[in-house]
């Protein structure tokens, strides 16, 4: 899903110096109408140590500036991924852990019939069965501003 059409601007934030970066996770602030978020998203499967340790990071800004946490696409399911190496693994279940005890408002923008296996990760899940057209877009980000104003 584009991060373009779905919230109104974004700015995407680089790794950190303890993992580094890696270009299939983006992270950052985005805006939903009036509504701060702070999101993650997934530009490929990731699976090393800078993708699971920037998630881990978007989800404590979320925490620390009390904005909701919006997962989107396939970092909706990044908590079903399996790392391959130990490093990644590591950050994986710092990441599992930041994300299960994180007071900050979780949501799921998920693409079709993901969603259903979101439920008990999520505080919200968003999504629709067509979200590749332009249509379908616009109904999840309408349910997004519509979610995001109900948690405020």
Do not use: N
Not at 22 to 41: P, Q, T
Not at 42 to 50: E, N
């Amino acid at each position: 899903m584009e991060l373009d059409t779905l919230f109104d601007r974004h700015i995407a934030l680089a790794g950190d110096r303890l993992h580094g970066e890696d270009a299939s996770l983006l992270g950052g602030v985005a805006w939903v109408g009036e509504f701060r978020c702070v999101f993650i998203a997934c530009q490929g499967p990731p699976t090393t140590a800078a993708a699971y340790g920037k998630a881990a990071r978007m989800v404590r800004l979320a925490e620390q500036t009390g904005a909701p946490c919006v997962l989107v696409g396939s970092a909706a399911t990044l908590h079903l991924a399996s790392p391959h190496d130990a490093r990644s693994s590591a950050a994986f279940d710092l990441y599992l852990t930041t994300l299960a005890t994180a007071r900050a408002v979780r949501v799921a923008v998920a693409d079709g019939v993901a969603g259903d296996r979101l439920e008990d990760t999520f505080d919200a899940v968003v999504g629709g069965p067509d979200t590749d057209d332009a249509t379908g877009v616009a109904a999840v980000r309408s349910k997004l501003a519509t979610t995001l104003a109900e948690m405020a």
